[in-house]
């Protein structure tokens, strides 16, 4: 049948059945990225399938990591600088139209991660299947890069689903597991992994009939009128989480669904131009950025045995609790220390809650708490490959925990410390190894927050930090390698900024309107807001402790609050009143005028100190200061990052305004060192050639 053709990225295959399979595999790659020589590849073979007729086709994955991770978005970079988005979408919607028009039935087989690309190929097939394990995910992530579906994505799953399903999912692009998906609709069917081909060719004899109220849904949900009355409904819902100006692409994908008509030809051109337009925005360009950013992170500890089974930790706090319950979880061995049982269960407890959300069965759930165990006596330090303490904030309380521990290291035995703002000089000052010691500095809530900040001192062997970052990568987490000076990067930065902001809350600015501003910025939660959530104490700790170091005080009034045993969302009370775990936030004057420099004060206040990172070599460069602030704080995803927000500003124009600043509120805002570095006064790279 393919007599002649000769493929790099597809295997085809005959049986004597007549059934075609064939089977992505991109050469030299370990994940299928669709780019344009594999829909190259894909257009011969279609024009060759729709000349011969066989019985059926089956495509599937030959990459055990899934079916496909969607485009190549190295090569949509390039087409966006060269302007040459739409010709390149248009290119990748024909092949996948001719292969939704080809004259016998098809099966899409999904293993493993089916995202963006791959899921818009799967819909061009007539019927999907998919394996039933947890590895299958399927989406269509496209949001999170500032544009949305382009190869027919908007075109046809509201129609195959309904639209009351399908936008949710590309205007959140949440994965579905194959159970989800099968309850939606989005696959005909799942067969055990070891199956999966086999029952897809039985979905070929034996096409699955969708159900009529599906297929009712799907049709109503899709017509001219709903459509227009729909529309309004969801993008006053999105614009209830995501502004217009700050986050384009999903108002746009509404609109291209709204004006949608029953051609999919129509559909497709104008998802086409929808695309292409989003391409060009400086938010596209600064997410897909990061995204390259996102992948350097994680590659950090790529190529590195960490060779860490047995971690122990010393001190069951919410931190050091929940430190533990995650690596058990990713599959480690676990000790637990505490002063006595009493503070190490209510961390089992959570431990048991995390267990029951992620995995879902009891077997499961009990399996993952046996490599949890309490250990009061600590005599889980000699047997361990890592330690970590994560007791509270008092230098000499961690030194003194370390001189009662690491004579019981094995040779191996890393120490690290969960310290948030201690110098990794002090803390390693009197210790016997302090090679083998670092700074492992997990945020809050664990379980959520994906930064952790590798931490540095001058003595530490090279081999352990590898070791370290391959660690954090095995925990799903994104590691970035700080100098362990005060705060390091993260806190240094967020602290400026929260500061600043308790001090306009002290000079009678409510707090509502100091969480509103931040949030118009672009800022995922307002600052008193977070100060609440983080807790007063933590605040005014790690305040003591940077304060100093970045020449700020402690604005007044925290230590009243603490001394009330007003801490914030824990105690129920603090700059807010909590119920349910949410903040009851006051009515703010109708005729109350903000100060006019008032979001200025806060932001300013954070690249500055972002950018006196960067000229103390906090961090390696400026991509790695960005990626580290964004996933460590949330700071504004749509602007790139601290240093990418003053190149798009101009560095010149910030530094005039806060010496502006500095005139009118105090020396606090006078330019630091490193507005002269170049890195503030160039374009950023391509995000390709992350």
């Known amino acids: 049948m393919f007599e002649g053709l000769r493929f790099t990225h597809w295997k085809t295959g005959v049986d004597d059945a007549g059934i075609v399979t064939l089977t992505l595999d991109r050469a030299g790659s370990s994940v299928n990225a669709i780019s344009r020589a594999v829909l190259d590849e894909l257009e011969q073979i279609v024009e060759r399938l729709a000349i011969e007729k066989p019985l059926g086709v089956i495509i599937h994955s030959a990459k055990p990591a899934g079916f496909a991770v969607g485009a190549d978005i190295k090569e949509f970079v390039t087409y966006a600088a060269q302007g040459s988005v739409r010709e390149n979408i248009e290119h990748g919607q024909r092949v996948f139209e001719q292969l939704a028009r080809l004259p016998c039935p098809s099966v899409a087989a999904v293993h493993g991660a089916c995202m963006g690309g791959g899921t818009e190929l799967i819909l061009a097939c007539r019927q999907r299947i998919a394996a039933d394990d947890e590895s299958t995910r399927i989406a269509l992530p496209e949001v999170m890069l500032g544009i949305h579906p382009g190869w027919g994505g908007t075109a046809r799953l509201p129609r195959l689903i309904g639209a009351t399903d399908a936008l949710p999912i590309m205007l959140t692009g949440r994965t579905l597991s194959a159970r989800r998906a099968l309850a939606l609709g989005v696959i005909d069917r799942t067969a055990p992994p070891a199956e999966l081909l086999a029952e897809a060719r039985a979905l070929l004899r034996r096409p699955h009939a969708r159900p009529f109220a599906l297929r009712a849904k799907a049709w109503a949900t899709n017509l001219w009128p709903v459509r227009q009355v729909l529309a309004p409904m969801v993008v006053k819902q999105t614009a209830a989480k995501v502004r217009k100006e700050h986050y384009p692409a999903p108002f746009a994908m509404i609109e291209v669904w709204r004006r949608g008509g029953g ?13 292409a337009k989003l391409a060009d925005t400086q938010t596209a360009h600064n997410l897909i950025r990061i995204f390259f950013l996102q992948e350097r992170l994680k590659n950090q500890g790529a190529g590195v045995e960490h060779g ?25 061995q676990v000790t637990l220390q505490d002063r006595e049982m009493k503070f190490i269960q209510p961390a089992l407890d959570r431990a048991r809650a995390l267990y029951e959300k992620k995995l ?45 521990i690491e004579p019981q290291f094995q040779a191996d035995e890393i120490l690290a410390s969960n310290t948030s703002s201690i110098p990794l000089a002090e803390l390693s000052a009197g210790l016997r190894q302090p090679q083998r010691f670092l700074g492992l500095h997990f945020f809050n809530p664990v379980a959520q927050m994906p930064l952790v900040e590798v931490v540095r001192h001058a003595g530490l062997d090279e081999t352990v930090e590898k070791r370290a970052l391959a660690f954090c990568k095995a925990l799903g987490k994104l590691p970035i390698a700080v100098k362990g000076t005060p705060g390091f990067l993260v806190n240094r930065i967020l602290m400026p900024y929260l500061l600043e902001a308790l001090r306009l809350y002290s000079e009678g600015v409510p707090g509502p309107v100091l969480d509103r501003e931040a949030k118009k910025f672009g800022m995922p939660m307002g600052p008193i807001e977070l100060a609440d959530a983080v807790g007063l104490d933590v605040c005014a700790s790690v305040g003591k402790e940077l304060a100093p170091f970045l020449g700020l005080e402690l604005p007044p009034g925290i230590e009243e609050k603490l001394d009330a045993g007003k801490r914030g969302k824990k105690d129920g009370q603090g700059l807010y009143v909590w119920q349910d775990g949410k903040p009851v936030k006051p009515e703010v004057d109708p005729d109350y005028i903000p100060p006019a420099d008032l979001s200025e004060r806060m932001i300013l206040a954070m690249i500055n100190e972002a950018v006196a990172c960067l000229a103390d070599g906090v961090v390696d460069d400026a991509d790695l200061l960005d990626a580290g602030v964004i996933f460590g704080t949330g700071f504004a995803p749509f602007r790139g990052g601290p240093i990418a927000y003053a190149r798009s500003e101009g ?6 305004r806060l010496e502006k600043l500095a005139r009118q509120h105090g020396e606090r805002f006078m330019p630091k060192s490193g507005w002269d570095l170049p890195a503030l006064h160039e374009a950023p790279p391509l995000p390709a050639s992350a």
């Open 360 to 404: 879902k069965s009891n077997d499961k759930v009990e399996a993952t708490l046996k490599r949890l165990h309490a250990d009061v006596d600590g005599k889980g330090v000699a047997d361990a490959d890592l330690a970590i303490e994560a007791i509270y904030e008092n230098a000499e309380a961690k030194k003194a925990l370390y001189a009662a």
């Open 308 to 332: 860490i089974e047995h971690v122990h930790v010393v001190g069951a706090g919410v931190m050091g609790g929940d430190i533990a319950a995650w690596c058990a979880l990713k599959g480690m």
């Open 651 to 656: 560095a010149e124009v910030i530094k005039g």
């Open 263 to 275: 051609s999919i030809q129509h559909r497709l051109a104008l998802e086409a131009r929808s695309v």
